[in-house]
């Protein structure tokens, strides 16, 4: 099972806008809930935004109204839309699923995507 990296990260000035996405290959029988989360310099490891198998989303106070969590689950992908960047928002933002495989759920982690804004 491979847990590709987070695709979509980069530069971007404050205002601007990002898309990220995260996609899971191998013998996988099943995902259930995916995440976004994110490690500024210095900081601690946070959770941006979550999206269940059913579609209900939650995400961190500080990136509500800004950020779109989604899923599709053919493509076994997750995406993070990022709008109305700020400079407080850049970090290393990583993906993770629950994930069944080999007969039995564990979350998987995606190598991490580096977002720098400029203020």
């Known amino acids: 099972l491979r847990f590709a990296a987070g695709v979509g990260g980069g530069l971007v000035q404050a205002g601007g806008s990002l898309r990220l996405s995260c996609s899971a290959s191998?013998?996988?029988?099943?995902?259930?809930?995916m995440n976004w989360y994110r490690q500024g310099p210095g900081q601690q490891r946070e959770l941006v935004a979550g999206?269940?198998?059913?579609?209900?989303?939650n995400y961190a106070d500080s990136v509500k109204g800004r950020f779109t969590i989604s899923r599709d689950n053919a493509k076994k992908t997750v995406y993070l839309q990022m709008d109305s960047l700020k400079a407080e928002d850049t970090a290393v933002y990583l993906c993770?699923?629950?994930?069944?495989?080999?007969?039995?759920?564990?979350?998987?982690w995606g190598q991490g995507t580096l977002v720098t804004v400029s203020s």
């Open positions: 993770n699923a629950k994930i069944f495989a080999a007969y039995s759920w564990r979350f998987y």
């Open positions: 999206v269940t198998s059913d579609g209900i989303t």
């Open positions: 191998g013998s996988i029988l099943s995902i259930s809930d």
